[in-house]
Every structure is written in C-alpha cells, then in structure tokens.
C-alpha cells in the first residue's frame, strides 16, 4: 500500500512540474497574442491565438487526476476496513492546492454544477475527473 502512495506522490510530483512547464508556456503565448493583437487590424482574427491553443495538455492533465482519484478509490476499497488511506478532505486540499484545478473555471464551464450548488472540487473529484471535465484552462 505504501508503494502505491508513494507512486502517487511520485506522478503528483511529475504533474505539477508538467503544469508549471505549462504556465510557463501559456505565459508566453499570451505575450505573444497581446503583442499579435497590437499589429493585427480591426476584425482580423490572431494567428497567434488560433495556432496556440493546446487542448490536449489540458485533457492530459484531467486524464492523470481520474487516474489519481480512482487509484485512490481502488486503494480504499481493497484496505480490510474500506477506509481511505488519506481521507477524502485531504485528497481534495491537494487538488486545490496543486494548481491543477480551478474552482471559479470549473463552474464557469458546467453550469450545472454551478446550478446544483455543488462544490466545484468535491464535485470534480467525484464525478467531473471520469466524465473527461476539464480542471482549469492549463
């Protein structure tokens, strides 16, 4: 069980480094489509912008949160007790604190989430990360 926690660690670890990679790069392409956005004329859309967007980061990150939160399911099922190996509160305090996921994104892009009242991340992390629902813009 601790060799499961620690390779979840591990790809926790892995995540945020490929997240901060990310920001960086979308810093710079914000850089790049402001100063796009000075050249262009009025009504013409931004190179920049159309070429750089990158979905598949995003989805690959929602993708390693599934995972995560289903390994941690699976761990809690298999233990003689059922009971979590870390409880639940924490597991959510992690995904709000590694900068993976955005709350006020979250209810933006599934209103009915926003709707219900739910909270964001409780919601996310027990039905958003297998739906395929995107955590944050990355």
């Known amino acids: 069980m601790s060799e499961d926690v620690e390779a979840l660690r591990a790809e926790l670890a892995e995540t945020q ?74 597991m959510l305090g992690w995904l709000e604190t590694s900068g993976l996921f955005d709350r006020q994104f979250y209810l933006a892009c599934n209103d009915d989430v926003a709707n219900a009242g739910a909270d964001p991340t409780h919601h996310y992390y027990n039905h958003g990360s297998e739906e395929g629902r995107l955590p944050s813009t990355l």
């Open 17 to 90: 480094a490929r997240l901060k990679d990310a920001q960086g790069e979308l810093a710079r392409l914000v850089r790049l489509a402001e100063a796009d956005l000075q050249r262009r004329r009025p009504g013409e859309q931004s190179s920049v912008v159309a070429s750089s967007v990158r979905r598949p980061a995003a989805k690959e990150v929602a993708a390693r949160i599934a995972r995560f939160a289903h390994l941690y399911r699976e761990a809690a099922s298999a233990a003689p007790d059922r009971a979590p190996v870390v409880p639940e509160a924490t």
